[in-house]
């Protein structure tokens, strides 16, 4: 091959190879920009909309006021919900399956009166003369009674039980309207 045409094939390789390159550089430039807008876009239309977070729902019906029987720790909710009820000869109560010791579930021991922790043995009352006195500590590391939960009538006098309001007997709370719910038949 003479020197000439050797030296047009290298000038053809360069410009091959910067020609290439200059594509590929402007490509990804181009590449950049419209990730980095379209980024910017997204964001920009993602701020109009307020961030809802959907957790589950902390409420739930737990039927008729007649299909619970008096003086009786109804447990139909305990796997679903972690959930007691409680009926007394005047009212009901919803109590938190959630020890206050450290987050065990206790289990309603009916012979013995009693709701008791498996994990450190602590005991809260069960029925007792003063519907206040039900659920309160009385043995064990358990600091403070059980929580009670929000129980009301719904407008058809069903049942329900909202968990994300919690009544706090160290707080006094007991005796707001929610945390016992007089029986209306
Ligand atoms: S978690 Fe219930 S006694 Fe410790």
């Known amino acids: ?8 094939k290298s000038e053809e390789n360069k410009h091959l190879y910067f020609g290439d390159r200059r594509s ?3 490509k990804l430039a181009w590449g950049s920009f419209f990730t980095y807008f379209g980024m910017f876009v997204f964001g920009s239309i993602r701020g109009l909309y ?3 977070l959907f957790e589950p729902r ?5 039927g008729y006021p007649y299909e619970f029987a008096p003086m009786q720790v109804d447990e ?8 007691w009820i409680i009926r007394t000869n005047e009212g009901f109560i919803a109590l938190s399956g959630i020890c206050t010791h450290l987050g065990c579930t206790p289990r309603w021991l009916k012979n013995e009166n ?12 069960g ?7 039900i659920a309160v500590n009385f043995e064990g590391p358990a600091p403070r009674p059980l929580e009670r ?7 058809d006098g069903r049942l329900k039980i909202n968990k994300g309001k919690k009544f706090l007997a160290e707080k006094g709370e007991w005796g707001m309207p929610g945390a016992f719910l007089p029986f209306r038949g």
């Open 76 to 83: 139909s909710f305990m796997s679903s919900q972690r959930v």
């Open 149 to 155: 939960l929000e129980i009301s009538f719904t407008a």
């Open 24 to 26: 590929f550089l402007s």
């Open 127 to 133: 029925f007792m003369s003063d519907q206040i006195e």
């Open 58 to 62: 902390k409420d739930f019906i737990a």
């Open 1 to 8: 091959m003479s020197e000439s045409k050797k030296s047009s």
């Open 114 to 125: 009693k709701f008791k922790c498996p994990c450190h043995g602590s005991g809260f009352n």
């Open 50 to 52: 307020p961030r809802v």
